[in-house]
Structures are given as structure tokens and as C-alpha cells.
């Protein structure tokens, strides 16, 4: 069985197996959700801090933080950690494009430079919204057409309608599901009990 390593700042945290079977594991200190990395998360768990660790590096999600991602999809997505949960759990799920395009088009909108703008746009839609993109999000046909037509002179709104219709697709499929999930329901155990123990 293999092993792999993850470090905090030089030191060994833990050693975690490889396998669909390393249940609880210690939360990556620099989540890659937020990065343009994919990297693969063996468990939610790691959003949590384990059992036996308290120490001050360690993530410490409340029971009421963890429970306010279910009041609605837009709080989700604006807690940090709600956002990377939320897209482990899509990756259990193999629909990690919606939530990767999501987070691509709230990048673009930030950038202030007009020829960053048209360089961004043309490499969201060939990685997401083309109909040959690797990681082709579900959009209607007008809405793609559109779409492409608009690169010829990008905005900060562009990737806009394409942007909320993936949103509602997610908000009204994907997000249920991940309130009901198992993942989601054992986040809010854990975090409960956690919570329990810090105030004894």
C-alpha cells in the first residue's frame, strides 16, 4: 500500500494511504480549489481538523458555519471552505467543470487589463464552453453562440449569462444533492462533536 506525505511548513503532519479507504485525513493547509490545480481530495474530512490535533494551523469550522452553507447556494460558494467542500463533493460526482468554470468567470471579472481580458476569455472558452472543450459545461446552443460572438470584444460581463445559467444548473442539481449527501451530513456530525469537546 502506498504512502503519501503532507507538510505544514517543513514538518510531517501525517501519512495518508493512497486509497478510496483513507477515511479521516488531516486538511491540506493550502486547499487547491482556489488555484487553478486539480488536485483530487481522498475525503471530506480534511476540511475538518482530526480528532487528535488542535493546534492553531488547524481548520476550525463551527457547526453554525457548516450548517449556514445549507440556508443557500450563494452562501456556500462565499465561504471559503464551503466552496471547497462543495467541489470535492463534485468531484465524487465527475461534474467538477461547472464549479471550475464558475470559479474561472469570477477570476475573469476581476482583471482589469483589456488584453488579459481577451487572452482569459478565449482560454474559458476553449476549455469550457466550445463544443469540443475538454471540460465542456452544459449550456444551451444560443447561449454558447452568443457567447463566441461576444470574444471579438470581451468585457468584464461577458462570460456573464453563460456564467449564471451554470450557476442555476448547479444551484437547482448539484446543490441538493450535496445538502442530502452522506459527505455533507458527517461535516455537520463532526463539526458538532468537535465542538462539543473544545467547550468541555
Not at 2 to 18: C, D, E, F, H
Not at 42 to 53: V, Y
Not at 96 to 106: G, L, P, R, S, T
Not at 183 to 189: G, L, S
Amino acid at each position: 500500500m502506498q504512502l503519501a506525505t503532507i507538510r505544514t511548513r517543513g514538518q510531517r503532519v501525517l501519512q495518508l494511504s493512497n486509497t478510496p479507504d483513507s477515511r479521516f485525513c488531516t486538511m491540506k493547509t493550502r486547499l487547491g480549489c482556489l488555484s487553478n490545480k486539480s488536485d483530487s481530495y481522498n475525503d471530506f474530512s480534511e476540511f475538518l481538523p482530526p480528532a487528535h490535533e488542535t493546534t492553531a494551523r488547524c481548520l476550525k469550522l463551527s457547526t453554525d458555519e457548516v450548517v449556514r452553507w445549507s440556508e443557500s447556494f450563494d452562501h456556500l460558494l462565499s465561504h471559503k471552505y464551503g466552496l471547497a467542500a462543495f467541489r470535492t463533493f463534485l468531484r465524487t460526482e465527475f461534474s467538477e467543470e461547472n464549479i471550475e468554470f464558475w470559479m474561472a468567470c469570477e477570476e475573469y471579472k476581476k482583471i482589469k487589463s483589456s488584453t488579459k481580458l481577451v487572452s482569459k476569455a478565449n482560454k474559458i472558452f476553449k476549455e469550457f464552453i466550445d463544443v469540443q472543450a475538454p471540460r465542456e459545461v452544459n449550456i444551451d446552443f444560443r447561449t454558447r453562440e452568443k457567447t463566441k460572438q461576444s470574444l471579438e470584444d470581451p468585457s468584464p460581463t461577458t462570460l456573464n449569462e453563460v456564467q449564471a445559467q451554470v450557476h442555476s444548473l448547479m444551484e437547482k442539481d448539484s446543490y441538493p444533492r450535496f445538502l442530502r449527501s452522506k459527505m455533507y451530513q458527517e461535516m455537520v456530525n463532526r463539526a458538532h462533536a468537535q465542538g462539543q469537546r473544545r467547550s468541555v
